[in-house]
T-cell receptor, first 110, second 120 residues
Framework: QSALTQPASVSGSPGQSITISCTGT?????????VSWYQQHPGKAPKVMIY???NRPSGVSDRFSGSKSGNTASLTISGLQAEDEADYYC??????????FGGGTKLTVL | QVQLQESGPGLVKPSETLSLTCTVS?????????WGWIRQSPGRGLEWIGN?????????NPSLQSRVTISVDTSNNQFSLKLTSVTAADTAVYYC?????FGSGGFDYWGQGALVTVSS
């Protein structure tokens, strides 16, 4: 089962905005509005930051936003802060009653 | 606050069966959510293993399906994972988590993770 494609790393300076992409196919990202994004700090469990493409759970900063165009979903973090430095994973429903994650993106705050 | 806690052996021998249990607190597993297992090999990304519904319906990663069984025990508010014929490649941190209607809502509550090492 092939993973969704994410860049291995992205970086930005405090206050800037960054975008992480997540590319799949019409059988997953492009075919359903069930894309989620997770933040993971070292040694910790992942935390959902965005669900169903663009919805933010209660308690998650509005600096985090999600979108989708075709087979590619995106996570944007605005007003970058040091605490945002973490690994980020996308996840999507895939036809055939399966779920799939991306390979992960390491965000470095310079 | 919903809490999930993984438990089980931290060391499993090659070719044997890995068994983990997830105990759910502050929420009835019989309510309308799916319960899943996700693993993360050292220094690697997340891999979905499978989900179970309180009715017992299961959904598995096709790449693991031949070796995986996920079951639910509503009387003890737990669900379990069994992975047979393990190899070193199955060494990972195993997480249990809750998700909404299949695929929707993402995994909103996670356990802290249980490291399972496959070694003789």
């Amino acid at each position: 089962q092939s993973a969704l494609t994410q860049p291995a790393s992205v970086s930005g300076s405090p206050g800037q905005s960054i975008t992480i992409s997540c590319t799949g196919t019409s059988s997953d990202v492009g075919g359903y509005n069930y894309v989620s994004w997770y933040q993971q700090h070292p040694g910790k469990a992942p935390k959902v930051m965005i669900y169903d493409v663009s919805n933010r759970p209660s308690g998650v900063s509005d600096r985090f936003s999600g979108s989708k165009s075709g087979n590619t979903a995106s996570l944007t973090i605005s007003g970058l802060q040091a605490e945002d430095e973490a690994d980020y994973y996308c996840g999507s429903y895939r036809s055939g009653s399966a779920l799939v994650f991306g390979g992960g993106t390491k965000l470095t705050v310079l | 606050q919903v809490q999930l806690q993984e438990s089980g052996p931290g060391l499993v021998k090659p070719s044997e069966t890995l068994s983990l249990t997830c105990t759910v607190s502050a929420y009835s597993i019989s309510s309308d959510y799916y319960w899943g297992w996700i693993r993360q090999s050292p220094g690697r990304g997340l891999e979905w293993i499978g989900n179970v519904y309180h009715s017992g319906s299961t959904y598995y990663n096709p790449s693991l399906q031949s070796r995986v069984t996920i079951s639910v025990d509503t009387s003890n508010n737990q669900f379990s994972l069994k992975l047979t014929s393990v190899t070193a490649a199955d060494t990972a941190v195993y997480y249990c988590a809750r998700t909404g209607s299949f695929g929707s809502g993402g995994f909103d509550y996670w356990g802290q993770g249980a490291l399972v090492t496959v070694s003789s």
